[in-house]
């Protein structure tokens, strides 16, 4: 994981993931690169009669400015290499552009422009991303590379890919726990047992061990989410979306629960 792309937004979750983006970047030796969107199309949008465009363009870059002189005299005092992208237009859009050439795109839980969860831009981003997604949520000091994770296993091809993307992560975890809910509802339902995520992992000098969460009465994202906290995770490893992300708002479902409220940073792959 060498290229990391950071996105930049003045909002509840950026120190925490400025920090995990900096940590990341540090323990794989990387290059940190912070993408800025400049969205005014937010706000000219209800300016009828173009009035108010040019203030709003202007008030925009001035934000952006002021956060870039931020940001630059914060990195300039850390041990990496960074740069700093700027492009006008949707964030969304610019991060799914450069998550092509990125190993790993840092997102925070809340919403950029309406400090909301759970986030449209981590939905849509981890949806179409070309690389794994981290999300991060507020509150969090810093990202431990070599602390214990916690895999989120229900035989899916989204967990495969999610696995099989977390392997630089995983090789540096002091221990990793396969964790799948198991009840009446989920006999049968694995594309893959766990067992088999476990081969795979052993094949790259990674142990983990095999945990059954019992579904029981409470909902399978608290379950994850429990079983990350109370192993201490340094983060949850999951396949986000295994049903479509409109069935999910609609109806809720694991992804949009876990993501709306994280314990720990989800790193996740649809």
């Not at 840092?106 to 309406?114: H, I, K, M, T």
């Not at 997604?133 to 229900?154: E, M, Q, R, Y």
């Not at 809910?181 to 094949?203: I, N, W």
């Not at 608290?222 to 986000?240: C, F, H, I, S, T």
Request: with cysteine; proline share 5%; charged share 25%.
């Amino acid at each position: 994981m060498r290229s990391i792309l950071l996105h930049i937004e003045d909002d509840d979750c950026l120190e925490s993931r400025l920090q995990a983006a900096l940590d990341l970047t540090r323990a794989f030796d990387g290059h940190l690169t912070c993408s800025k969107s400049i969205q005014w199309e937010m706000g000219a949008v209800v300016d009828f009669y173009g009035l108010m465009a040019a203030q709003i363009i202007e008030a925009t870059r001035e934000q952006a400015a002021a956060i870039h002189k931020r940001i630059a005299a914060r990195l300039e005092k850390e041990d990496v290499a960074w740069d700093w992208v700027q492009s006008d237009g949707f964030a969304s859009q610019d991060l799914l552009r450069r998550s092509g050439l990125s190993d790993l795109v840092v997102l925070g839980r809340c919403d950029p422009l309406a400090n909301d969860a759970p986030s449209k831009l981590v939905g849509e981003v981890v949806l179409r991303s070309q690389s794994p997604v981290l999300v991060v949520p507020p509150g969090i000091a810093s990202f431990d590379c070599s602390g214990a994770a916690v895999v989120a296993w229900d035989g899916s091809p989204e967990a495969s890919r999610a696995l099989r993307s977390a392997v630089p992560l995983l090789a540096r975890a002091s221990s990793v726990s396969l964790v799948t809910v198991v009840g009446e509802e989920e006999t049968g339902r694995f594309d893959l047992p766990p067992v088999q995520g476990a081969k795979y992992l052993s094949r790259h000098g990674i142990a983990c061990e095999l945990v059954d969460l019992p579904f029981r009465a409470k909902s399978i994202a608290k379950g994850l989410m429990a079983a990350a906290v109370e192993r201490d995770a340094a983060y949850l490893v999951m396949g986000a979306y295994g049903r479509s992300r409109l069935a999910e708002t609609i109806w809720g479902g694991v992804t949009r629960e876990i993501f709306a409220d994280p314990p720990v940073p989800i790193f996740a792959c649809h």
